[in-house]
């Protein structure tokens, strides 16, 4: 149970920090409003992955899913960062 517990929160507090950054990167709202979108966004990302982190019945494909979505969000991250400085 501590495995599920400490990967569910690892990879659920990075995905929601990457989430939110998505968010205030690539969506042109008020900084304001988009911190807000991205806190109670990325609060509900954490809640869905401790959650399947508990239920999932076959944790490696839990594993599997995640950081590939950590991946693609992280290429989002790099891609929206990286073209805004230019």
Do not use: D
């Not at 690892?10 to 939110?20: I, K, N, Q």
């Not at 991946?71 to 790099?78: C, E, K, Q, R, V």
């Amino acid at each position: 149970m501590w495995t599920r517990t400490l990967v569910g929160l690892v990879l659920g507090l990075l995905l929601s920090f990457s989430f939110a950054l998505n968010l205030m990167l690539v969506v042109p709202v008020p900084r304001p409003v988009g911190m807000v979108v991205a806190f109670i966004g990325g609060f509900l990302v954490l809640a869905g992955v401790q959650t399947w982190a508990y239920c999932a019945p076959e944790f490696p494909r839990l594993l599997r899913w995640v950081v590939l979505t950590l991946g693609i969000t992280f290429g989002l991250n790099a891609w929206a960062y990286l073209g805004s400085m230019s």
